[in-house]
């Protein structure tokens, strides 16, 4: 079945460290999509991409698509506290399979 | 547009009693999905819809589980009996599944059962 992994579980960082997460798909996905949850929140769409090897930036996240559209990550640059939260990926094969998720921690 | 709206936000019941999470979607969007979140086993897909229609219920863990999407504008999830290990938080979302749409995701109803 579609299994979609992401590294790391976890991970804390100085304000104004980089961050990154990295996904992983068993198989060729049509589209990933990526999505933030706060702290007792809901998860929220950031983005989605959908060509293989795409590149979108918002601000200070910058989004990649691999170029066989199996893996996919997430960077942000220069971290600040609101970042904090779990980021999921969530590949699409008919249905979205939503990743493992990554939680950042910030430290002031 | 409210956005999703879950009712109710949060649910403490007794082993045994019956449990009614209840949604309603964005308007117009097509598809519906209920997610179970724990620490354990992270968000996990229960059941969507598709135009109200049951299209994969692969995820619903047992018989105890079931959904009904009566109408474009509202859904049910029901626990009978509910267990301890039913305890979780369930988020519904919606989307325009056919455009690639991101799903919008409803605040969460935080079931505790004891």
Redesign the interface.
């Known amino acids: 079945g579609q299994q979609v992994m992401q590294i790391p579980q976890y991970q804390h960082v100085q304000e104004g460290e980089d961050f990154t997460t990295y996904c992983n798909s068993s198989t060729t996905l049509s589209n990933i999509q990526w999505y933030k949850q706060r702290p007792g929140g809901h998860p929220v769409f950031l983005i989605q991409l959908v060509k293989s090897g795409e590149v979108k930036k918002q601000k200070r996240l910058t989004f990649q698509f691999g170029e066989a559209k199996k893996n996919s990550s997430l960077h942000i640059t220069a971290t600040q506290t609101t970042d904090v939260g779990t980021y999921f990926c969530a590949g699409r094969d008919n249905q979205f399979y939503f990743g493992t998720g990554t939680s950042l921690t910030v430290i002031p | 547009d409210a956005g999703v709206i879950q009712s109710p936000r949060h649910e403490v019941t007794e082993m045994g009693q019956e449990v009614t999470l209840r949604c309603k979607p964005i308007s117009g969007h097509n598809s519906l999905?209920w997610?179970r979140q724990t620490m354990m086993r992270?968000?996990e897909?229960l059941i969507?819809f598709n135009n109200n229609v049951p299209?994969?219920d692969s995820g619903m863990p047992e018989d105890r589980f079931s959904a009904k999407m009566p109408n474009a504008s509202f859904s049910t999830l029901k626990i009978q009996p509910s267990e301890p290990r039913d305890s979780a938080v369930y988020?519904c979302?919606s989307s325009f599944?056919q455009y690639?749409?991101?799903?919008?995701?409803?605040?969460?109803t935080r079931l505790t059962v004891v």
């Open positions: 999905f997610y992270g968000l897909l969507y299209i994969d988020f979302a599944l690639g749409y991101g799903y919008t995701f409803g605040s969460g």
